[in-house]
């Protein structure tokens, strides 16, 4: 139901698009439910945060503020030194801004604005997207209003009276493209390989192998959507053209409800949100998550879905190209396997995520 209520929501958050497609996926849903809503999001001045947000054209702004974890003493001591300033920054923002309501999402940059909102009074809402809290998250948990959290088990670490679990919002063209149904041609698969907004080297490094030592039969009508992040993208071209493999290779796709409706089933890494997005289109996956996550968080990220039926998983240190090679002959030759995964996959999924947090939104507002 659309009001005609003026709502302006301020977002926070960023580092990884992982980070910024949830806050998209919740903006988008404020302006489905309130069409005058303005927003702003307060994000950092990296590339990928900046590349996340150019295409939805909403307004941003940036404050300098550094991460603090898992960095050497001079990055550490930048950080904290900066802070002051950073909150100072988001200060002026927010009075300039005026926003009803903050939701913060999560990276370092949530940090200093959902507290300088919270010391004018502001309703602040946080969103976890991962099973592990972010360090940002966690400190924030004793302020903010309500906690919203994407997967069961998350909330060991914060007060429970705050905790609403409410999914993974998913932007509006995914979420639009997991209502169509559309059957592809039954003789021709597609992979989809995903590394994350930056890519993963490791998986760009096996994938192709796997894919070269696959059955000349099962390469015949199989083709590669392949997002490799910018550094390692020419040598996984060269290895599919050298095995003769059709291969859709990018850095990065902005169009993925076009690459999530190509694919049969996915190879990726175990980000909240990628997995967030596959789980409501019911797409099967092999997952191999980034060993060096914080927390382990990305491994506690599969477990969910592997648990649920919807995929299975490999650690990466013990992980050979011949092993993701059987997994993928395997997903290959059983079509019955991927439409038990492809249907448990898709009872995992939270569709209604945005409206959840919209709706804990509205109630701090008292609206």
Do not use: W
């Amino acid at each position: 139901m659309q009001s005609n209520k003026k709502i302006r929501l301020l977002l926070t958050g960023g580092g990884t698009g992982g980070h910024l497609f949830p806050a998209v996926a919740t903006a988008q849903q404020f302006q489905k439910q309130f069409p005058g809503t303005e927003v702003l999001f307060v994000g950092t001045n990296r590339k990928v945060d900046t590349d996340s947000l150019s295409n939805y054209g909403y307004a941003s702004k940036t404050i300098a503020c550094y991460g603090v974890k898992g960095k050497n003493p001079y990055q550490l001591l930048k950080a904290i030194v900066t802070l002051p300033r950073a909150y100072m920054q988001a200060l002026k923002v927010i009075r300039e801004f005026k926003p009803d309501i903050i939701v913060g999402v999560g990276g370092y940059v949530t940090g200093p604005v959902v507290a300088a909102a919270k010391s004018m009074g502001i309703p602040a809402v946080i969103h976890e997207q991962n099973s592990v809290p972010g360090l940002a998250n966690r400190k924030l948990g004793a302020i903010v209003d309500k906690i919203c959290l994407s997967l069961p088990g998350s909330g060991k670490q914060f007060d429970q009276r705050k905790i609403v679990y409410t999914g993974n919002p998913i932007r509006a063209d995914i979420l639009a493209l997991s209502r169509k149904k559309e059957k592809k041609p039954s003789i021709e698969k597609t992979i989809l390989v995903l590394g994350g907004s930056q890519g993963a080297q490791a998986i760009n490094e096996l994938l192709p192998q796997a894919i070269g030592a696959l059955d000349r039969r099962l390469t015949a009508g199989l083709k590669i959507i392949h997002q490799t992040g910018e550094k390692d993208i020419e040598r996984v071209r060269q290895t599919y053209d050298k095995c003769r493999i059709d291969a859709e290779v990018e850095p990065f796709f902005r169009e993925m409800d076009r690459v999530y409706k190509e694919a049969d089933f996915v190879v990726s890494r175990a980000g909240a949100t990628t997995l967030a997005e596959i789980s409501v289109l019911g797409k099967p996956a092999i997952l191999i998550p980034y060993p060096f996550a914080a927390d382990n968080h990305q491994q506690k990220n599969a477990a969910y879905y592997v648990q649920g039926g919807g995929a299975v998983q490999f650690v990466q240190k013990s992980l050979s190209s011949v092993a993701l090679a059987e997994e993928i002959t395997s997903f290959l030759t059983h079509p019955e396997k991927l439409k038990k995964m492809a249907v448990a996959m898709k009872k995992l999924s939270f569709p209604d995520a945005a409206e959840r947090i919209v709706s804990c939104c509205l109630e701090r507002m008292k609206v």
